[in-house]
């Protein structure tokens, strides 16, 4: 199948991604967050990502991807910024307002 593993008690979207990181096959990952529902504080981790779906307090992403807490940068021309926001308090969270606008995809 596509599960990976669930861990609970999981409270960041930066340990998620690291379980995925540490974990054989994990390529995807989501985390559900402290006001998620049905799952809370819970770290899935997949093999592929075939389809998402709007949840409350989830970030969902992948270990290869472009994301705003790795060591270097993407690439930035006049085509590819959508927005700038500052004072993001996390990773997890600048990946949920990435989610939450359709034009940007890292």
């Known amino acids: 199948g596509n599960l990976v593993s669930t861990q609970t008690n999981v ?6 991604r ?6 054989e096959d994990c390529n995807m990952f989501t985390h559900f967050g402290a006001s998620s529902h049905p799952f809370v504080n819970t770290c899935i981790l ?3 990502c075939v389809s998402l779906y709007p949840c409350d307090d989830c970030t969902s992403g992948a ?4 994301t705003c807490g790795i060591g270097y940068e993407c ?7 959508e927005m ?10 600048c990946a949920k ?9 890292v």
């Open 11 to 16: 409270e960041t979207v930066e340990f998620c």
């Open 18 to 23: 690291d379980k995925c990181l540490e974990a």
């Open 46 to 48: 997949l093999k592929s």
């Open 63 to 66: 270990v290869t991807e472009c």
């Open 75 to 81: 690439i930035i021309d006049g085509d590819n910024l």
């Open 84 to 93: 700038v926001v500052e004072d993001v308090p996390s990773e997890g969270d």
């Open 97 to 105: 307002q990435c989610q939450e606008n359709d034009q940007c995809s």
